[in-house]
């Protein structure tokens, strides 16, 4: 297929090379001046979607996004499909996909998860929203770049399944951290308490496969002095993106508010900012009852 492919930045880069070393024609663009292993660099967005079969974007967030749309629907041939597999709001995803259709462009949104080892890997799970056919298009690249394609339903779906999994990761890892952090004060051993919970009703992913205690449990960014993994400001980003989500929908999200507060106050004014999420247990460590 002929592909373009804008923003190569941790997660596109890798991902752009993967579809190239599977033999496809990849065309990128980024802001920043990148090269690529097998991608043919364009001088501009616009440039580089002319002509192509599928165009994949990769950015930051939606108002980003909404930008580079206006700029490349119009250079797009009809019946071609853009993929945006960046995390953004469920609004923005919509407004984007909307005005692909006005242009004849099918459009998919596609964040994924499974990081940039992942990204590296081929190993990212895709959840994707948008018509049966865009899908379709887009199906046998995903193969390439993930693991695991879902396609959860129209336009924005997929937006929606990533930020209400990831509202779930935030809360659930703070649980986990604070738990640790009061079993250390009731004189509880850390391995112990993970040989409990991890078998028992207790158990979840950040406990039983991420666990935030070092030394204890599989391999984690624990035992790496926290570095990331997923940073507790992407963290944060998402967590945002779920209370605008939930302002959006009139939804009621007590923990998922409560999660962003405490992640806001993490990154904003303590430590957090480059260290991975699961840091909140240091942090919790040091603090006593407010
Ligand atoms: P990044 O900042 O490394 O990459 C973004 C790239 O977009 C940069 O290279 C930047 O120069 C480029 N860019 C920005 N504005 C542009 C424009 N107008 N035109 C062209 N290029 C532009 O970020 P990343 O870590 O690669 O993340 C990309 C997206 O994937 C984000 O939405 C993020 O939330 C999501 N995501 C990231 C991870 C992760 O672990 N890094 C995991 C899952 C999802």
Known sequence: MKIGFIGLGNMGAPMA???????HDVTGY????????????????????????VVITMLPNGAILRTVAAEILPGMHAGAVLVDCSTVDVDSARAVAENADKAGVLFVDAPVSGGTVGASAGTLTFMAGGAEPAFALAAPLFDIMGQKAVH???????????????????????????????????????QKMFDVVSTSSGYSWTMNAYCPAPGV????????????????????????????????????????????????????????????????LPRFEKRRRA
Do not use: H, W
Request: net charge negative; hydrophobic share 45%.
């Open 17 to 23: 090379v993967n579809l190239a070393k599977a033999g």
């Open 217 to 280: 449990g599989p391999q984690s960014p624990a035992d790496n002095g926290y570095k990331p993994g997923f940073a507790a400001e992407l963290m944060l980003k998402d967590l945002r993106l779920s209370q605008q989500a939930a302002d959006s929908a009139d939804a009621d999200t007590p923990l998922g508010q409560a999660a962003m507060a405490l992640y806001e106050q993490f990154v904003e004014n303590e430590d957090g900012l480059g260290q991975d999420f699961s840091a909140m």
């Open 152 to 190: 959860c339903g129209e336009a924005g779906a997929g937006q929606a399944a990533k930020i209400c999994n990831n509202m779930i990761l935030g809360i659930t890892m703070i649980g986990t951290c604070e738990a640790f952090a009061l079993a250390d004060k009731l004189g509880l051993d850390r």
């Open 30 to 53: 980024d802001m920043a001046d990148v090269t690529l292993d097998g991608v043919n660099m364009s001088a501009s967005a616009a440039e580089a979607v002319k002509g192509q079969d």
